[in-house]
């Protein structure tokens, strides 16, 4: 396996281990209000516990508002 190979399967297996170190480092959302369309996905608090919790549990059911980015944040989990 070449050096680029093996750093390649780091960076996976981290992605994999820590879902909020693949989003915050991988992910790109639409941010329409934003001058660049494009944007890094930074998550907040509460998203990077909904998060985890998605990549933890089988089943998670979420009671939330409009507008809190928990649409991108389960298509960034999926």
Do not use: S
């Amino acid at each position: 396996m070449t050096a680029i190979q093996k750093l390649r399967e780091r960076v996976m297996n981290r992605c994999r281990a820590d879902p909020v170190y693949y989003v915050e480092n991988y992910v790109h959302i639409e941010d329409k209000d934003a001058d660049e369309l494009i944007q890094p996905f930074r998550l907040w608090d509460g998203q990077k516990q909904a998060l985890k919790a998605f990549a933890d549990e089988r089943r998670v059911c979420v009671l939330k508002a409009r507008q809190l980015g928990f649409t991108w944040l389960a298509l960034a989990e999926a």
